[in-house]
């Protein structure tokens, strides 16, 4: 069971939940010896100020969600430039390439999303509004999401 923001987690495997977390975006089609780095890095720079999610929140709201803030996120956690799974640590996507059906709140869906609505949404109703669209269609929300990113980037509903 995934820990509740700010819940310290003592695993009973003898490794800390954040090092999970880092260790699956890291490890994706990355070279070993890479992963393993970075993971080292983090455990002897960071571990001990970065041991909840809402700590890792914190760490990560410091920097802008941009390709050279996401840069600056990686050397600060894992001391290298994989700016790319820092977004991947940001986002959504992270859940949904495990598996599990729900939908990422990027700027493209955000948009779509907040021009029926009327209004700014948070991540949590941005999501909440898909799944339950979804939901109602009979679809699956990553189709869903995938769906109104597409029709987004081609120069559909905007502001």
Do not use: C
């Not at 310290?8 to 939940?17: E, I, L, Q, R």
């Not at 089609?29 to 001990?48: G, T």
């Amino acid at each position: 069971m995934e820990p509740a923001p700010g819940d310290a987690v003592d695993s009973s495997f003898g490794s800390d939940y954040l090092v999970q977390v880092m260790d699956t975006v890291l490890d994706l089609q990355m070279r070993y010896v890479v992963a393993a780095k970075s993971i080292q890095f983090f455990k002897e720079h960071r571990q001990a100020s970065v041991r909840t999610l809402e700590d890792l929140s914190g760490v990560l709201a410091r920097f802008p969600d941009d390709e050279e803030g996401n840069r600056e996120a990686a050397r600060f956690l894992w001391g290298n430039n994989l700016w790319t799974r820092v977004v991947w640590l940001r986002g959504w996507s992270l859940r949904m390439r495990l598996g599990v059906d729900t939908v990422k709140p990027d700027v493209h869906v955000r948009r779509f999303v907040e021009v029926v609505v009327g209004h700014r949404v948070s991540d949590a109703e941005l999501i909440r509004v898909i799944e339950k669209a979804a939901r109602r269609l009979g679809l699956p929300a990553r189709l869903l999401d995938l769906a109104l990113w597409e029709h987004q980037r081609g120069g559909g509903v905007t502001n």
